[in-house]
């Protein structure tokens, strides 16, 4: 899949700042659904939520799309 690397750093750092994905989909106001979809890389990230997942985590947009310069 073209989006797993994007996925796999979405996962990490969710898991890494202790988020359950049922707790990161509900501050994001997005279904656990669409959140799972987007770790496994079966979603096309859109920018917007991923500028609110690197909000929710405290991390910088850069840091979560590092090597993904078409994201944005």
């Given amino acids: 899949m ?4 994007m996925a796999q750093r979405v996962r990490a750092f969710r898991k890494l700042k202790g988020f359950t994905q049922q707790e990161l989909a509900e501050r994001l106001k997005v ?3 669409v959140l799972g979809s987007l770790e496994r890389g079966t979603r096309k990230p859109d920018p917007k939520l991923l500028e609110r997942i690197s909000e929710t985590l405290g991390i910088s ?5 590092a090597d ?3 994201y944005k």
């Avoid at 073209?2 to 690397?5: A, I, S």
């Avoid at 947009?61 to 799309?65: F, G």
């Fill in 2 to 5: 073209e989006y797993d690397q």
């Fill in 31 to 33: 279904s656990v659904a």
């Fill in 61 to 65: 947009y850069n840091e979560l799309t």
């Fill in 68 to 70: 993904n310069t078409g």
